[in-house]
T-cell receptor, first 113, second 115 residues
Framework: GESVGLHLPTLSVQEGDNSIINCAYS??????FIWYKQESGKGPQFIID?????DKRQGQRVTVLLNKTVKHLSLQIAATQPGDSAVYFC????????????FGKGTRLSVIA | ETGVTQTPRHLVMGMTNKKSLKCEQH?????MYWYKQSAKKPLELMFV???????ENNSVPSRFSPECPNSSHLFLHLHTLQPEDSALYLC??????????????FGDGTRLSIL
């Protein structure tokens, strides 16, 4: 999940298994959420987003789940591949209030071949 | 190809130098952003431009000076920086700063080291 300390949480997954990365967001008014993937030496890459009127959205091999009751967001990656190894972080925004994105610290996903 | 290009990719400078970071986006977006990414910290928003107008300055020290001559280009002018300014500086763009016009698309950043 998202770090509240100095260390980046790490998730190690066997190649081919499913990965679940969690994020606890802070603002109950947030109505828009994004997951980004950042590989070493590169900038954050958009993966998938979801608005608060939905609780699930699927992309290619990825699914985002939103639980507004407990302010929790998760990213599920199916059949994890070595190329999925990266830092993943969520971002939240209150679009109706025109507030900027607020980013979490991220989770490092390591895929074991 | 991310659609957002940042130059240089790496920059080493002394505390008394003056340098500029450049960002160019080829996505037809109208909002551009500067972020600072330090180790073990979340992305920190620095500046936002929407249709060439600066809409946010997130309490950034004056030794960082942004410039947005048009919707496709963004600069960050640096002078008299401190060692704690060493970080990855990321540029991003989005359709516009208005509500509903996310997400942001990022460049690969400039790795800045202050000696």
């Amino acid at each position: 999940g998202e770090s509240v300390g100095l260390h980046l949480p790490t998730l190690s997954v066997q190649e081919g298994d499913n990965s679940i990365i969690n994020c606890a967001y802070s603002n109950s008014a947030s109505d828009y959420f994004i997951w980004y993937k950042q590989e070493s030496g590169k900038g954050p890459q958009f993966i998938i987003d979801i608005r608060s009127n939905m609780d699930k959205r699927q992309g290619q091999r990825v699914t985002v789940l939103l639980n507004k009751t407990v302010k929790h967001l998760s990213l599920q990656i199916a059949a994890t591949q070595p190329g999925d190894s990266a830092v993943y972080f969520c971002a939240e925004s209150y679009l109706s209030g025109n507030t900027p994105l607020v980013f979490g610290k991220g989770t490092r996903l390591s895929v074991i071949a | 190809e991310t659609g957002v290009t940042q130059t240089p990719r790496h920059l080493v400078m002394g505390m008394t130098n003056k340098k500029s970071l450049k960002c160019e986006q080829h996505l037809g977006h109208n909002a551009m952003y500067w972020y600072k990414q330090s180790a073990k910290k979340p992305l920190e928003l620095m500046f936002v431009y929407n249709f060439k107008e600066q809409t946010e300055n997130n309490s950034v020290p004056s030794r960082f000076s942004p410039e947005c001559p048009n919707s496709s280009h963004l600069f960050l002018h640096l002078h008299t920086l401190q060692p704690e300014d060493s970080a990855l500086y990321l540029c991003a763009s989005s359709h516009s700063r208005d509500r509903g016009d996310q997400p942001q698309h990022f460049g690969d950043g400039t790795r800045l080291s202050i000696l």
